[in-house]
């Protein structure tokens, strides 16, 4: 019985020694807009407003108000994304990990922050776990694929909050 416990602990750790270590890579972004922060985010803010700013994505709100704890799934189900954090004008979510696939600590936060009276910026950032790509082309690709879709979700925030 020693022997069978001592096997199933060395093969145990020689699989862990064989997953990838955690690769985290942050995206910052940020768009000006020419419009107060409060009002900025009364337009873009809500809690399911990805939809109207990332074309053809879905969003329900499955459990909770808009607050912390707040659940949504987008893209017809295949997301699900939680609330971590609310402040005046922004909010952090995070995607729970998923039996039987990797996890890649998936975090974004979006805020407005006032520049001037009538002005503000939209920040936007994304971190998460690109270690489970192939090599560094395919981390970098996948890089380039998020942050081109939430560039352009910057763009029709602006447009959307400047009335356009």
Same mark, same amino acid.
């Given at each position: 019985?020693?022997?069978?416990?001592?096997?199933?602990?060395?093969?145990?750790?020689?699989?862990?020694?064989?997953?990838?270590?955690?690769?985290?890579?942050?995206?910052?972004?940020?768009?000006?807009?020419?419009?107060?922060?409060?009002?900025?985010?009364?337009?873009?803010?809500?809690?399911?407003?990805?939809? =109207?700013? $990332?074309?053809?994505?879905?969003? *329900? /709100?499955?459990?909770?108000?808009?607050?912390?704890? @707040?659940?949504?799934?987008? +893209?017809?189900?295949?997301?699900?994304?939680?609330?971590?954090?609310?402040?005046?004008?922004?909010?952090?979510?995070?995607?729970?990990?998923?039996?039987?696939?990797?996890?890649?600590?998936?975090?974004?936060?979006?805020?407005? =922050?006032? $520049?001037?009276?009538?002005?503000? *910026? /939209?920040?936007?950032?994304?971190?998460?776990?690109? @270690?489970?790509?192939?090599? +560094?082309?395919?981390?970098?690709?996948?890089?380039?694929?998020?942050?081109?879709?939430?560039?352009?979700?910057?763009?029709?925030?602006?447009?959307?909050?400047?009335?356009?």
């Amino acid at each position: 019985m020693k022997k069978l416990i001592l096997g199933a602990f060395a093969a145990l750790c020689s699989l862990t020694a064989l997953a990838a270590e955690p690769e985290y890579r942050a995206i910052h972004l940020d768009i000006d807009v020419a419009k107060p922060a409060a009002e900025v985010w009364g337009k873009i803010g809500g809690w399911c407003d990805i939809s =109207v700013w $990332v074309a053809n994505f879905d969003c *329900k /709100v499955t459990s909770g108000n808009g607050d912390v704890g @707040s659940v949504r799934v987008l +893209a017809g189900g295949r997301i699900t994304e939680i609330m971590t954090a609310k402040t005046a004008l922004g909010y952090g979510y995070t995607q729970p990990a998923v039996a039987g696939q990797f996890y890649n600590l998936y975090h974004g936060f979006m805020e407005v =922050v006032p $520049v001037s009276a009538t002005s503000s *910026k /939209v920040l936007y950032t994304l971190m998460l776990d690109v @270690s489970d790509k192939a090599d +560094a082309a395919a981390k970098d690709a996948d890089i380039a694929r998020r942050r081109g879709i939430f560039e352009t979700a910057l763009k029709n925030m602006k447009k959307i909050a400047e009335g356009g």
